[in-house]
C-alpha cells in the first residue's frame, strides 16, 4: 500500500465571504488548493506552497499554534482520501487560509483549468461540481468565521 501525506488548503476571503477553488484537470471537478508534502517539508510550508504554486496568492494560514509559538499551526481535521482502493491513499491535513494582500488569482495552467471564487450557497448546490467532503468543509469553514470575526 503506498500512502502519501497531502496539504488541503480552504482559501476564504473574509471580504466577500467566498472561497477560492481550482477546476482540476485529471479529476474535473472544483477543488481547493493542495498537494503532496514534500521530503523533509513541514506541512504549514507545504500548505502555503501549494497555495501560491496553484492560484499565486499569498495566504496565512489560520488556527491554533499550541503550546508554544514554536509550534506549528494545528489543522482543523485529517481525512483520508482513497485514490485506488488497496493500493494508492492520501493522509490529507486541512487547513484555512486568508488572502493577504491581494486577491487576484493567477491560474496553473499545469494543473487546472479555472480558477474562481465562490460563494457557500453556490458550493453547497447540487450542481456544484465537487466531492461531498469539500462541499463540508466550506460549510464548517463558513460557520467558524463567522463566529470568530
Known amino acids: 500500500m ?3 501525506f497531502n496539504v488541503t488548503v480552504y482559501i476564504f476571503n473574509p471580504e466577500n465571504g467566498k472561497f477560492l477553488f481550482l477546476r482540476h484537470k485529471k479529476l474535473k471537478k472544483w477543488l481547493s488548493p493542495g498537494g ?11 500548505a502555503l506552497r501549494e497555495v501560491m504554486e496553484e492560484t499565486g496568492i499569498e495566504t496565512r494560514l489560520i488556527g491554533e499554534r499550541l503550546p508554544s509559538e514554536d509550534d506549528l499551526i494545528c489543522p482543523f481535521g485529517i481525512q483520508l482520501n482513497v485514490i ?3 493500493e494508492h491513499e492520501h493522509m490529507d ?3 484555512l487560509s486568508i488572502p493577504v494582500g491581494s486577491t487576484e488569482e493567477r491560474l ?3 494543473e487546472s483549468n479555472d480558477i ?9 448546490a447540487p450542481e456544484f461540481d465537487s466531492f461531498e467532503k469539500n462541499k463540508k468543509w ?8 463567522e463566529k470568530n470575526r
Open 93 to 95: 491535513l486541512i487547513y
Open 36 to 46: 503532496h508534502i514534500d521530503a523533509n517539508e513541514n506541512p504549514e510550508v507545504a
Open 84 to 86: 485506488a482502493p488497496g
Open 138 to 145: 466550506c460549510a464548517f469553514f463558513h460557520e467558524f468565521m
Open 2 to 4: 503506498e500512502r502519501h
Open 108 to 110: 496553473n495552467k499545469e
Open 116 to 124: 474562481a471564487w465562490f460563494s457557500l450557497d453556490q458550493i453547497l
